[in-house]
């Protein structure tokens, strides 16, 4: 999900026979905006994130999901999509009709960002749609499976961590505000 060495549409495409990787060779993704290869947080994860948080910090009651897409500027079309999949992982509950709307179906101390990304997404780290613990590199690059699981283990630290009441409350874990207090946090690069 959040770590991929290839993008998703060019391990499809890798998969239905088209041009992507040798086993165990990196597949260069072509430049977006200037980068290649970064950590990313997809619209359907941020959207789903934002949506959670809007339920979290709503009173009680069904909230409607045209609210929650006005709410926080995502396409309906799409946020509808998202809250299905929250709703079959359990996080959110549904109601129809005039009355009807979504709200979530656990404390929100409960449900913490990571739960929210596997429900839309899957796994925090996967290395070309792989579990990082399977993969197996050799050569110069033995080594570079324990990167990527130690890679997981700190978005785990973090993201297993903060939960939707952390997020309307506005205040994070004190590993998540030790992060933030390092220098170059800020900083892109």
Known sequence: ???????????????????????GCAV???????????????????????????LAAAPAGPVKGEQLAERQGIPAKFLENILADLRRAGLVASQ???????????????VTVADIIRA???PLADVHGTPPE??????????????????????????????????????????AERFLAEPDAWSRR
């Open 96 to 110: 129809r009709g005039a009355e009807g709307g979504y709200w979530l179906a656990k404390a929100p101390e409960s």
């Open 1 to 23: 999900m959040l770590v991929d060495a290839v993008s998703t549409r060019a391990a499809r495409r890798r998969d239905a026979g088209g041009h992507g990787s040798r086993r």
């Open 134 to 175: 399977t993969v197996a590199y050799s050569g110069p690059a033995a080594n570079l499976q324990r990167v990527w699981v130690a890679t997981r283990a700190a978005l785990r630290s973090i993201l297993e961590e903060v939960t939707l009441a952390d997020l309307v409350a506005g205040t994070l874990p004190a590993g």
């Open 120 to 122: 839309v997404e899957g």
């Open 28 to 54: 260069r993704r072509p430049a977006v905006g200037g980068r290649k290869g970064s950590v990313r947080i997809t619209a359907k994860v941020d959207y789903a994130v934002r949506a959670a948080a809007e």
